[in-house]
């Protein structure tokens, strides 16, 4: 069973302390406004802000949680002593241990795994492995291990709940939140929706003379630098069929891509009768995390209802691969599977950095993905070391690729 829906161990008679793994990022900081709208259930346990000082010293002040966590030892200390000042006795921690300190705490309920890229992966396996409840952002720490965290899923019994917007939705659409495989659910097929971003029309010509701040206007959803990079070059779509086939137990031939440009219908599953189920709402992240945080009830996010007058319309049409080789190249490699999805990974974290930096150009981002893979021999990914090796070497090759350009 790809998802444990076991009964929450959470007592009701208490509010449920939360830890948020980034909380300075648009999901952290949209997980703590549906918090802040239901005192009486959740309570802010613990908070990670990495190198987001400022923001997170305000959102301490105001939450006031047991810990925070920080990258550098320097900014602990700085963050300690003004939160001491202000009589806040919140508790820094640093780093990688720091994340998994909060991640796996005794006290914790549910973890928000909402750190953007592979640093997401060890603190999210400490989550699973105190068999935690885990509303799941990080899409990348089911790209990089998945057949290692779904094992360390079912093995510890912690219930995963999907807060992107697209498996969420797929989850609210199969029955009993799939507790079946899809063959015997009879879904023939699920349909991750993608809004295109921001060049769905733009010409080909155009492409390589794309600037990072027009990359980063994403035209429905607000998000990160990083994530709306990942958006207009179609990787995060790419990305979200590999986690997909982890979270469904879905093949990578079950998982279809349409471009919906209102961002109206989060994603569907196609059922062998002739069905087709969608979950829909305005594009908006507190509906699928109040979602996970109350499962199986329901509250108020906060969201206003979808009007489908004003919506009107809703269009679709297939993802030209030509325009965005980033979805070919991650197709390709959910059919590869092992180590493959580790290095797709971190060769586009590091071409995307260089791109955000204007060392290279939109276009070329699939470029330093595409000659990375073909460098790197795919092998069984059997254990973390294994997974963790492939990503150093593929950003290695990545900085090897972006240092011989400069030349």
């Known amino acids: 069973m790809p998802i444990d829906h076991a009964t929450l161990s959470v007592s009701n008679q208490r509010a449920q302390n939360i830890t948020i793994l980034g909380a300075t990022g648009s999901v952290g900081l949209n997980t703590l406004d549906v918090i802040s709208r239901h005192p009486e259930r959740y309570s802010v346990f613990a908070l990670s802000g990495m190198t987001q000082i400022g923001l997170l010293t305000k959102l301490c002040l105001l939450h006031r949680p047991q810990y925070a966590v920080v990258t550098h030892e320097q900014d602990a200390r700085a963050l300690q002593n003004t939160l001491l000042q202000f009589g806040t006795e919140t508790l820094v921690l640093v780093a990688e241990a720091g994340l998994e300190t909060i991640a796996a705490h005794p006290q914790v309920d549910t973890v928000v795994s909402a750190i953007v890229g592979a640093a997401g992966l060890k603190p999210t396996l400490a989550a699973v492995n105190a068999g935690k409840k885990i509303l799941l952002a990080n899409k990348e720490a089911l790209v990089m291990s998945g057949a290692l965290f779904m094992q ?6 912690a219930i ?4 992107d917007s697209e498996h969420n939705a797929i989850f609210q659409c199969l029955h009993d939140g799939h507790a079946r495989t899809l063959a015997d659910a009879g879904v023939r097929r699920i349909v991750l929706t993608a809004s295109g971003g921001p060049f769905r029309s733009t010409p080909l010509n155009a492409m390589n003379d794309i600037t990072p701040d027009q990359a980063c206007a994403h035209p429905t959803w607000p998000m990160g630098r990083k994530i709306s990079v990942d958006s207009a070059t179609m990787m995060n779509k790419g990305l979200e069929l590999i ?11 079950q998982v279809e891509v349409v471009i919906h440009p209102q961002s109206v219908i989060h ?54 691969e030509n325009r965005f080789p980033c979805l070919a190249l991650a197709r390709q490699v959910a059919q590869w599977g092992g180590t493959a999805p580790a290095t797709l990974n971190a060769a586009n974290e590091v071409a995307v950095e260089a791109f955000l930096s204007r060392r290279i150009g939109f276009t070329q981002i699939a470029q330093v993905i595409g000659d990375v893979l073909d460098q790197m021999p795919v092998t069984a990914a059997n254990d973390l070391e294994t997974v963790l090796a492939a990503d150093a070497k593929a950003r290695s090759l990545s900085i090897r690729w972006l240092a011989e350009r400069d030349k």
């Open 152 to 157: 360390a899923v079912r093995r510890s019994a």
């Open 160 to 163: 995963l709940l999907p807060i």
């Open 243 to 253: 986690e997909a086939c982890w979270l469904f137990d879905a093949t990578p031939d």
């Open 267 to 320: 994603s569907l599953v196609d059922y062998v009768d002739g069905s087709m189920l969608a979950q829909l709402g305005n594009p908006d992240m507190r509906t699928p995390i109040s979602h996970a945080l109350a499962w199986p009830e329901r509250i108020d996010s906060g969201v206003k209802p979808l009007d489908l007058c004003d919506v009107a319309r809703l269009d679709f049409e297939p993802p030209d």
